[in-house]
């Protein structure tokens, strides 16, 4: 492999990625939904939920497949440039149909024409994502590249939020500058792209040959989008708007959590890719291990603390009147564990072995649990029952994915230090939960049982052993050595 990039920093920069995509919007839109009102969010977050249906037709399973398909040949800069040139002329395809679509529905669609030149602005995100080629990007591992690029735009983006939006009048321009900050970043990367492949057309192109993948990764992509928005849609049709506001709260809560806890599967995409394409199963079973051991040391303690301390997490961030999130927090936190498993299962694992239906089959049972527990469950409890299916139908997609690969995962399961986790969760809880009881404040007693918590757990791993957690503290010691020894 040329040139690989170190996957701690790959993760570390996919994890600042990540977590700017949300704190982004937790820090505009509280000074936004002030200034717009309910209307003109309400207007701008139906522009962008329609546009997304169209936006998912338009990308298939490219942002996915593409990772895949590129990494197995990057080494080939020619025939690097033959499978993206491909994957390029399928989306710019798949474009031009959505947009004729999309303007047939504004052209027809009473509900649409009041509107359309908002949804003309927020669209642009179709043809803005399909010019990125993101997977092309991450297949080669640029992830810093692609981490300051993003960061820069979105400053931009907050600024201009600040400094354009002072009426309720301006939805169309808080539409505008959404894209900017998720999307506008995309136009680097079409003009970068002639670093890593050529632009010219090469020849001898077989579109033929990602067709069936294509739509493999495409059927995932709408069953993770069906169960992971069924939750607030059928909540939102079968009880209030209030119960829908509980229980996004939660479920924000948990998106920013998820995101750290699946960062490092995200990044080991390509090169598990790159390992099995190339017969190097060692290699591959031991970021394997890895993977999962990161997984289970980070995500056992965040969804734990959070159980503990729901009240003051959801009162720090969203306000006192959000007092119904806290038993749909404490029910959905346990999917930090289920989540980052089936990530790396599913993303790691199965679709570098070339095993996507797997991963499909488990997302549809997925969905259908989910379907049918929010039908039983919402009704009667509320945001209650919507976290009970979502908690459920992450449990079911783990089981089936577990299940189709339990011979291949037995080892790696066996290498975790499950005890020395259990111990450090205990501790944690034991130096930290007395501070419930001094009443100490929201905000301060959040940092001060972080600190206890999150301390009493990592020194247990430390003094345990842990093999994961002991790597990380050498590598910390010989970077800090390393930048004494630089200053002296």
């Given amino acids: 492999m040329s040139k690989q990039k170190s996957l701690k920093l790959n993760f570390v920069m996919n994890a600042i990625l990540t977590m700017s995509s949300f704190i982004f919007p937790l820090i505009t839109f509280p000074y936004v939904s002030r200034i717009l009102l309910p209307t003109g969010t309400g207007k701008v977050s139906f522009a962008t939920s329609l546009i997304s249906y169209f936006s998912m037709f338009a990308q298939l399973g490219i942002p996915t497949y593409g990772i895949r398909a590129c990494a197995k040949v990057r080494d080939n800069r020619e025939e690097l440039t033959r499978t993206a040139h491909e994957l390029l002329a399928i989306n710019i395809v798949m474009d031009i149909i959505s947009y004729a679509i999309l303007i047939l529905a504004l052209s027809f669609v009473h509900r649409l024409q009041e509107e359309r030149t908002l949804y003309i602005i927020v669209s642009f995100t179709i043809v803005l994502t399909s010019m990125g080629m993101e997977w092309l990007y991450k297949a080669l591992e640029q992830y810093t590249y692609i981490t300051i690029r993003s960061i820069i735009f979105k ?12 009426d309720d009048d301006d939805y169309v321009i808080y539409g505008g500058i959404s894209i900017l900050a998720s999307s506008a970043s995309h136009i680097l990367n079409f003009i970068n792209a002639h670093k890593y492949i050529d632009m010219r057309p090469i020849g001898h192109y077989n579109f033929k040959r990602h067709f069936k993948l294509i739509g493999v990764f495409f059927a995932m992509s709408c069953a993770t989008t069906i169960y992971t928005h069924l939750d607030t849609l059928m909540l939102g049709f079968m009880k209030t708007d209030e119960d829908v506001g509980y229980y996004n709260a939660a479920v924000k ?4 959590l998820v995101s750290v806890v699946t960062s490092l599967g995200t990044v080991l995409l390509p090169r598990a890719s790159y390992y099995v394409e190339h017969g190097m199963i060692e ?4 970021i394997t291990r890895k993977a999962l051991n990161f997984v289970f040391v980070a995500a056992s303690p965040l969804m734990l603390y959070f159980i503990l301390y729901a009240r003051q997490g959801i009162f720090f961030l969203s306000g006192n009147a959000y007092a119904g999130s806290i038993v749909p927090m404490k029910i959905i936190m346990p999917t930090l564990l289920f989540i980052g498993i089936t990530n790396i299962l599913g993303i790691q694992i199965l679709v570098p072995l070339g095993r996507e239906k797997t991963v499909l089959y488990s997302e549809i049972a997925g969905a259908i649990t989910d379907l049918l527990l929010n039908a039983i469950l919402i009704p009667r409890f509320a945001s209650t029952g919507a976290a009970i299916g979502t908690l459920t139908a992450e449990f079911v997609v783990l089981v089936v994915q577990y299940a ?12 975790i230090a499950y005890w020395k986790i259990i111990i450090g969760l205990l501790l944690g809880c034991i130096c930290s939960y007395w501070c419930v009881q001094l009443e100490l404040g929201n905000l301060i007693t959040l940092v001060v049982t972080a600190l206890l918590f999150f301390g009493g757990y990592g020194f247990t791993l430390l003094i345990t052993r842990e093999s994961f957690t002991l790597e990380i503290f050498r590598q910390i010691v010989e970077e800090i050595g390393k930048y004494i020894r630089d200053k002296n």
């Fill in 155 to 166: 400053l931009v983006a907050l600024i201009a939020m600040f400094l354009l939006i002072h």
């Fill in 253 to 256: 809560i948990k998106t920013i």
């Fill in 283 to 286: 290699k591959f079973k031991h």
């Fill in 404 to 415: 189709a690969l339990q011979k291949e995962l037995m080892d790696s399961f066996c290498s």
